[in-house]
């Protein structure tokens, strides 16, 4: 009996480290870590994604859960494995500059992406194929975001200072909004009939696209507004800064004057001034934050608590995600590598 069990036991062992052997370039390495229970469907409890040949600033999981997308410096945008290898399965080439954002549709079928070289692209995920090249900023377009609902709107911030609404099924941009400053984050409100934009004059701003003017200012951030994330249920946007907080604000209509609900901090910002996003977990219960100190913070939206300080990256946490339906995290960084890991 005991020599039948020793048997399972070595059986174990090489099936362990027969998967970390699973490792080259453009495929994920499982980091095994041993006695470790188990909370989501990936092959290991951490897996990293190297192929990278740049800093990775943008990194989101497909809405079904099945894929992510990473893009960054290397103009390069790759889709991965969720499960299994991790293995990179499709990789979409066409801007010249760096990739500063992407984003998926609410369908999963169309990826949007913001890129230096002043243009958003728009990719049919099934083909690997960019289907518009959206032209109009006359500078670096720092953020963009489709609309959650409706019509395939699409918004975007650049340095030059303004918003753009558009619509990819027209002809030529939509309406731009005037801002008196560099534009570094934007994101829909829940019904897309405001866009909350953030900038390096520290407000955030929702404008009113009935009107197509300016609805009101959030006002608390003492530096640059890096990221914005909108709440599940479309009722409170996340921001991080460059004054080292994490804010959460009440953006629904009828607010109390002082909107500002939440301040986490814990995370940093440091010279390199890279635009360091956030994002919620599927349930609101959790966030997370880009950090410049090679760390992945996560904190409970009730108490405000740090739950995770998670170590790994060597350089800037510049974006991260969770899964839609499983307790995962990922993380996309200064160092080239993509990290895929469980949290209970």
Same mark, same amino acid.
């Given at each position: 009996?005991?020599?039948?069990?020793?048997?399972?036991?070595?059986?174990?062992?090489?099936?362990?480290?027969?998967?970390?052997?699973?490792?080259?370039?453009?495929?994920?390495?499982?980091?095994?870590?041993?006695?470790?229970?188990?909370?989501?469907?990936?092959?290991?409890?951490?897996?990293?994604?190297?192929?990278?040949?740049?800093?990775?600033?943008?990194?989101?999981?497909?809405?079904?859960?099945?894929?992510?997308?990473?893009?960054?410096?290397?103009?390069?945008?790759?889709?991965?494995?969720?499960?299994?290898?991790?293995?990179?399965?499709?990789?979409?080439?066409?801007?010249?500059?760096?990739?500063?954002?992407?984003?998926?549709?609410?369908?999963?079928?169309?990826?949007?992406?913001?890129?230096?070289?002043?243009?958003?692209?728009?990719?049919?995920?099934?083909?690997?194929?960019?289907?518009?090249?959206?032209?109009?900023?006359?500078?670096?377009?720092?953020?963009?975001?489709?609309?959650?609902?409706?019509?395939?709107?699409?918004? $975007? %911030?650049?340095? &030059?200072?303004? #918003? +753009?609404? =558009? @619509?990819? !099924? /027209?002809?030529?941009?939509?309406?731009? *909004?005037?801002?008196?400053?560099?534009?570094?984050?934007?994101?829909?409100?829940?019904?897309?009939?405001?866009?909350? $934009? %953030?900038?390096? &004059?520290?407000? #955030? +701003?929702? =404008? @009113?696209? !009935? /009107?197509?003017?300016?609805?009101?200012? *959030?006002?608390?951030?003492?530096?640059?507004?890096?990221?914005?994330?909108?709440?599940?249920?479309?009722?409170?946007?996340?921001?991080?800064?460059?004054?080292?907080?994490?804010?959460?604000?009440?953006?629904?209509?009828?607010?109390?004057?002082?909107?500002?609900?939440?301040?986490?901090?814990?995370?940093?910002?440091?010279?390199?001034?890279?635009?360091?996003?956030?994002?919620?977990?599927?349930?609101?219960?959790?966030?997370?934050?880009?950090?410049?100190?090679?760390?992945?913070?996560?904190?409970?939206?009730?108490?405000?608590?740090?739950?995770?300080?998670?170590?790994?990256?060597?350089?800037?946490?510049?974006?991260?995600?969770?899964?839609?339906?499983?307790?995962?995290?990922?993380?996309?960084?200064?160092?080239?590598?993509?990290?895929?890991?469980?949290?209970?």
């Amino acid at each position: 009996m005991d020599l039948k069990r020793k048997a399972e036991e070595l059986a174990v062992v090489a099936a362990k480290r027969v998967r970390t052997e699973v490792a080259n370039v453009n495929k994920g390495t499982s980091i095994v870590q041993s006695d470790v229970s188990r909370t989501s469907s990936l092959m290991s409890p951490i897996m990293l994604l190297e192929g990278h040949q740049g800093e990775i600033f943008t990194v989101e999981f497909h809405p079904e859960g099945q894929y992510l997308a990473s893009a960054g410096f290397d103009r390069q945008i790759y889709i991965w494995n969720v499960y299994g290898e991790c293995e990179n399965i499709s990789l979409m080439t066409g801007h010249t500059g760096a990739i500063m954002e992407l984003h998926f549709s609410t369908d999963g079928n169309t990826l949007f992406t913001a890129s230096t070289d002043n243009t958003l692209g728009m990719w049919d995920i099934e083909t690997g194929i960019r289907v518009k090249k959206l032209k109009g900023h006359t500078s670096f377009v720092n953020s963009c975001h489709p609309a959650r609902r409706g019509p395939q709107l699409v918004c $975007s %911030g650049s340095d &030059d200072c303004s #918003i +753009k609404l =558009w @619509d990819p !099924r /027209k002809r030529g941009q939509g309406v731009t *909004l005037n801002n008196t400053y560099q534009v570094t984050a934007v994101t829909f409100s829940d019904t897309a009939e405001q866009i909350l $934009s %953030g900038g390096i &004059d520290n407000d #955030i +701003k929702v =404008w @009113d696209l !009935r /009107k197509n003017a300016l609805l009101y200012r *959030l006002k608390g951030h003492g530096d640059t507004v890096t990221g914005l994330s909108l709440s599940p249920d479309g009722s409170y946007v996340l921001s991080n800064a460059m004054d080292n907080t994490v804010r959460i604000w009440d953006v629904r209509p009828f607010a109390a004057q002082e909107r500002c609900v939440k301040i986490l901090t814990g995370h940093q910002h440091n010279f390199e001034k890279n635009l360091l996003r956030c994002a919620w977990t599927s349930d609101g219960s959790k966030v997370s934050a880009g950090s410049a100190d090679r760390f992945v913070y996560l904190w409970d939206t009730t108490s405000r608590r740090i739950l995770y300080k998670l170590p790994g990256h060597n350089g800037s946490v510049n974006d991260v995600d969770f899964h839609p339906k499983e307790p995962i995290i990922m993380s996309g960084s200064s160092d080239k590598l993509v990290y895929v890991g469980e949290i209970d």
